[in-house]
Nanobody, 126 residues
Framework: QVHLVESGGGSVQAGRSLRLSCTAS?????????MGWFRQAPGKERERVATIITDRGLTYYSDSVKGRFTISQDNDKDTLSLQMNSLKPEDTAKYYC??????????????????WGQGTQVTVSS
């Protein structure tokens, strides 16, 4: 069984930065095919923010965060980070960490992920 725990969320003013972290624990935590960050605002669908293919280090970013956010993993591949710079009010959402085993696959949709964290709230004011 794998547990994902996010941290680093908070309330900030537009233009500032936050760094989110996701720690994965469990026997298979280091063998994920991909991990990702998703976010969901009230009344909206959960959307992919950024994804990383664990072994290759290949990354994907949604158009709305390209150039501002950076996804990364530590050497053990069990800690996922999301550096968020130049935050905008539209970034306000609850951010979730997710992990998938097995591939290849796009890792683009929520259905593809078996494990999720509890989420951490990010609120950006103007």
């Amino acid at each position: 069984q794998v547990h994902l725990v996010e941290s680093g969320g908070g309330s900030v003013q537009a233009g500032r930065s936050l760094r989110l972290s996701c720690t994965a624990s469990g026997a298979t935590a280091s063998s994920t095919f991909c991990m990702g960050w998703f976010r969901q605002a009230p009344g909206k669908e959960r959307e992919r923010v950024a994804t990383i293919i664990t072994d290759r280090g290949l990354t994907y970013y949604s158009d709305s965060v390209k150039g501002r956010f950076t996804i990364s993993q530590d050497n053990d591949k069990d800690t996922l980070s999301l550096q968020m710079n130049s935050l905008k009010p539209e970034d306000t959402a609850k951010y979730y960490c997710a992990a998938r085993w097995g591939g290849p696959t796009s890792c683009a949709t929520v259905i593809e992920y078996a494990y999720w964290g509890q989420g951490t709230q990010v609120t950006v004011s103007s």
